[in-house]
T-cell receptor, first 112, second 115 residues
Framework: QKEVEQDPGPLSVPEGAIVSLNCTYS??????FMWYRQYSRKGPELLMY????GNKEDGRFTAQVDKSSKYISLFIRDSQPSDSATYLC????????????FGQGTELSVKP | EPEVTQTPSHQVTQMGQEVILRCVPI?????FYWYRQILGQKVEFLVS????????KSEIFDDQFSVERPDGSNFTLKIRSTKLEDSAMYFC?????????????FGPGTRLTVT
């Protein structure tokens, strides 16, 4: 079983739609969860960071963590064409010294 | 806003040659990392560095790889004898020391092409 699983997509939505991106993981020790946005041939850009379970909101973005189900989500409201990118989930635990384990990334396309 | 920078943006080298990839982490950060991403694949951890020594390395980070912080600002990754399979994007990342923060900030990457 892979440590972190993420549907690679591609996912195509119309402008204004609500987008839901998800990852599952197998290591119950993971406590720190991140979502990165990556444009083609660029570096990952940190979007959201959450610790343990719960929700975190930042503008149009909401991150959710359900540790009991080992499931994390990123919601994008009122999606824009500029949101078109690959979204990577990443996670780590206290014992891993910050080493991030990444998902495959989901390619999102928002059509005008 | 402070950011991680990397040079060069693209490096082409012949198999067997040595390459050095350079990074300038965010100035008040104390943990440094290298990751790589082969085209179409996941971002993979290579090595972490703290207090002038390697904290952890992956199985990818064999004897051909080394890291160094030669001065107070630069952080380098050296590949001694490049192989075709080393072709990838290499990302440097840094993390502040502060408290419980595990957020890492990534540079734009160096695209390494080994021919």
């Amino acid at each position: 079983q892979k440590e972190v699983e993420q549907d690679p997509g591609p996912l195509s939505v119309p402008e204004g739609a609500i987008v839901s991106l998800n990852c599952t993981y197998s290591n119950s020790a993971f406590q720190y969860f991140m979502w990165y946005r990556q444009y083609s041939r660029k570096g990952p850009e940190l979007l959201m960071y959450t610790y343990s379970s719960g929700n975190k909101e930042d503008g149009r973005f909401t991150a959710q963590v359900d540790k009991s189900s080992k499931y994390i989500s990123l919601f994008i409201r009122d999606s824009q064409p500029s949101d078109s990118a690959t979204y990577l989930c990443a996670m780590t635990s206290y014992n891993q010294g910050g080493k991030l384990i990444f998902g495959q990334g989901t390619e999102l396309s928002v059509k005008p | 806003e402070p950011e991680v920078t990397q040079t060069p943006s693209h490096q082409v080298t012949q198999m067997g040659q040595e390459v050095i990839l350079r990074c300038v982490p965010i100035s008040n950060h104390l943990y440094f990392y290298w990751y790589r991403q082969i085209l179409g694949q996941k971002v993979e951890f290579l090595v972490s560095f703290y207090n002038n020594e390697i904290s952890e390395k992956s199985e990818i980070f064999d004897d051909q790889f080394s890291v160094e912080r030669p001065d107070g600002s630069n952080f380098t990754l050296k590949i001694r004898s490049t192989k075709l399979e080393d072709s990838a994007m290499y990302f440097c990342a840094s993390k502040p020391l502060a408290g419980d923060s595990y957020e890492q900030y990534f540079g734009p990457g160096t695209r390494l092409t080994v021919t």
